[in-house]
Every structure is written in C-alpha cells, then in structure tokens.
T-cell receptor, first 113, second 115 residues
Framework: LAKTTQPISMDSYEGQEVNITCSHNNIATNDYITWYQQFPSQGPRFIIQGYKTKVTNEVASLFIPADRKSSTLSLPRVSLSDTAVYYCLVGLILTGGGNKLTFGTGTQLKVEL | ETGVTQTPRHLVMGMTNKKSLKCEQHLGHNAMYWYKQSAKKPLELMFVYSLEERVENNSVPSRFSPECPNSSHLFLHLHTLQPEDSALYLC??????????????FGSGTQLSVL
C-alpha cells in the first residue's frame, strides 16, 4: 500500500511560491502521483498528475525525483483563493488487498495578505 | 462543474428516517465511488463500483446501502443512522478501476446531519 506523508499545514503570503512535498517511499512501478485541492464543504479537485521528472500545467508544477519516493507540488505566486487542503494520492490500482483509494491527512495551506 | 452531480446538497434526517443520496456522472466513466468526510478528517473510502459491480466495501455498517443501477448513476441509501454519521458524503468517478494513472472527479457532496 502506497502510503503518503505530507506536512499537516503550511502558511504563506500572497505572491509567494509555495512548495508542498509528499513522501511515498513504497510507490509501485505502475503508480502515478496525483495532487488534489479541496475547499471546505466541496469535493477535491484534480490539480496535476505525473510519473517522473517534471510536469507543468496552467496552475502548478510537479517535481518528481528519479527514485520517485517523493514529489513536490509547486504553486507559483499564490493568492488568497489558493487557501485550501492539498492531497497527494499515489496510485489508483484496485486489487484484492492491494492499493486502495486512500487519501492522507493532506496539507492545509493558508495564504495571507 | 466537474461532470459529477450530487443531490441533495444538504440533508437533515432523524435517526429513524430513511433517505437516499444520489450521484450522477456525465463523463462516460465506468467506476464510481462513495467517500465519507467527517469534520476536519481525511476522506474515508466507503464503496467502489466498477461497471455496476461492487468491487470494494470498506467495512461500512449495513445502515449504509449502495446501489449502482448503471454506470452513470450511484445511490447511497440511508436508514437508522446515528449522529456520528453526520458528515460530508462525496461521490466520485473515474474512467476505469485504475491503471495507475486514473483521475478522480468529485461531486460537490451532500452535507448530512443526523439528529
């Protein structure tokens, strides 16, 4: 089971770059790394997904080192509206007794003026 | 809009009531999920359906009864709930059961209060 570990919370200010790291030491060969954002009383929303090296889209970048045992979500120039909980999810394969679609505690990001 | 619609958005029920939560996805996905999220806690996976067949039941009490009549619709039937069942119930879908790179699409959830 690919368990993930993230910081419980992070604080930042508007305009800064925020990097949130997720550890996943027992990631499987077929596992991708996916990050979600959740606002209060809403469902999580897909942000970005990657397998190795670097992935960038219009909202974030994802850095994955060669050993894939960790990943870093990078949010450039955050704003107040980026205040949310960010989840790292590894793999989605459902097998008997295998990986489950389990979300960790996530990282509560608070952005201030 | 994520393409996953949940109704009702809010629900208050007594412990002896019977109610149902509904989820509909317009994405052509083949897998659907129920998650429970209690206040300030991580999401807990409850049930997983793939092509209308239940493939996962994560030790959920029998007072929660899922139903998946087709790949676009998912229900969660509730009866004789307890106050500790009050939570945000989230439905999600994905293209398939999982090839390692699936993405989950969530609805906005049903905020349930059991009195």
């Amino acid at each position: 089971l690919a368990k993930t570990t993230q910081p419980i919370s992070m604080d930042s200010y508007e305009g800064q770059e925020v990097n949130i790291t997720c550890s996943h030491n027992n990631i499987a060969t077929n596992d991708y790394i996916t990050w979600y954002q959740q606002f209060p009383s809403q469902g999580p929303r897909f942000i970005i997904q990657g397998y190795k090296t670097k992935v960038t889209n219009e909202v974030a970048s994802l850095f994955i080192p060669a050993d894939r045992k960790s990943s870093t979500l990078s949010l450039p120039r955050v704003s107040l509206s980026d205040t949310a909980v960010y989840y790292c999810l590894v793999g989605l394969i459902l097998t008997g007794g295998g990986n489950k679609l389990t979300f960790g505690t996530g990282t509560q990001l608070k952005v201030e003026l | 809009e994520t393409g996953v619609t949940q109704t009702p958005r809010h629900l208050v029920m007594g412990m002896t009531n019977k109610k149902s939560l509904k989820c509909e996805q317009h994405l052509g996905h083949n897998a659907m999920y129920w998650y429970k999220q209690s206040a300030k806690k991580p999401l807990e996976l409850m049930f997983v359906y793939s092509l209308e067949e239940r493939v996962e039941n994560n030790s959920v009490p029998s007072r929660f009864s899922p139903e998946c009549p087709n790949s676009s619709h998912l229900f969660l039937h509730l009866h004789t709930l307890q106050p500790e069942d009050s939570a945000l119930y989230l439905c999600a879908s994905s293209l398939s059961r999982g090839q390692g790179n699936e993405k989950l699409f969530f609805g906005s959830g049903t905020q349930l209060s059991v009195l």
